[in-house]
């Protein structure tokens, strides 16, 4: 399993860090099984996995049940688990309180989003012993105050800003951030400006790693298909498929046939 101390290593050496995000336990078996890195138990399962409109809606009873899910399906993957909206941005008792549950969950580090109003809580979880991964550009729990899902950085000032927070968060003590919707040349700026592995998603391809979300990856998703993502498998279609087939056979007949059902008289025959 990584620790926190190999994704500097590996962007020292410039070895490519891969994560992918995972909320349940049979997803985390097959993740489990491949050589991805890290396996991140993101807010977006409030869209991906319980349909709601934006990550806005999870909790942190939701993210530790689905944390302690994937811990006991891949139990030899670094698991980052997201903090979800507002339950880093209350009073000090309240956000350790959130964290405690994160981690217990079966989480090995934290994420949270944005760096303004952060800095001093990422140093109490450092010094604490939780790992914390940053998050910048587009923050998709600032939906409403960015008005939308959009690039983030295009202006000087903007550009700046954001290679500001990231410094920020390293010296914070980050071990890592992820770039979200950043224009690629910026994403490399702030990649060879930190010490720290950066990961992007829909930030090009000279940050230190990758993430990408589960059902966007195998394509099961077939509503939202952002310009980033890239489709590995045709999976809305396969599993579908699939359905039908299992429709089609069961009221054709075709299935349960003698391999799939139960024979008393074999039964009875000792082994
Ligand atoms: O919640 C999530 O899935 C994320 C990734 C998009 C980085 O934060």
């Not at 990584?2 to 994704?7: A, G, M, Q, T, V």
């Not at 909320?23 to 491949?34: I, Q």
């Not at 006991?72 to 000090?92: E, H, N, Q, V």
């Not at 966007?216 to 999976?235: A, H, I, M, S």
């Amino acid at each position: 399993m990584l620790s926190i101390l190999d994704f500097t290593k590996k962007k020292r050496k410039g070895e490519k860090i891969t994560m992918i995000t995972c909320y349940d336990y049979t997803s985390a078996v097959l993740t489990g099984k491949t050589g991805v890195d890290c396996i991140l138990v993101g807010d977006s399962l409030a869209m991906t996995m319980h349909g709601f409109e934006t990550t806005v809606s999870a909790t942190t009873e939701m993210m530790a049940l689905h944390i302690a899910a994937v811990a006991r399906g891949a139990t030899d993957k670094f698991i980052i688990g997201d903090m979800p909206f507002l339950s880093y941005r209350k009073a000090l008792s309240d956000n350790m309180d959130a964290v405690q549950q994160i981690m217990q969950a079966g989480a090995h580090a934290v994420k949270l989003e944005g760096t303004a109003g952060n800095v001093g809580f990422i140093r109490h979880l450092v010094d604490s012993g939780v790992p914390v991964m940053g998050h910048i550009g587009l923050t998709p729990q600032f939906v409403h105050q960015l008005g939308g899902y959009r690039v983030q950085g295009r202006d000087d000032k903007a550009a700046k800003q954001l290679l500001q927070d990231a410094k920020a968060l390293e010296e914070a003590g980050c071990f890592a951030l992820v770039m979200e919707c950043v224009p690629a040349p910026l994403a490399k700026k702030i990649t060879e400006s930190v010490g720290i592995a950066t990961i992007g998603i829909g930030a090009g391809a000279d940050t230190d790693g990758q993430v990408l979300v589960f059902q966007d990856l195998l394509g099961l998703n077939t509503e939202f298909r952002p310009k980033f993502v890239k489709q590995y498998l045709g999976g809305a279609d396969l599993v579908t498929g699939a359905i039908d087939s299992y429709v089609e056979e069961v009221k054709t007949g075709v299935f349960p046939d003698a391999a799939y059902s139960f024979d008393a008289a074999k039964l009875a025959q000792p082994a």
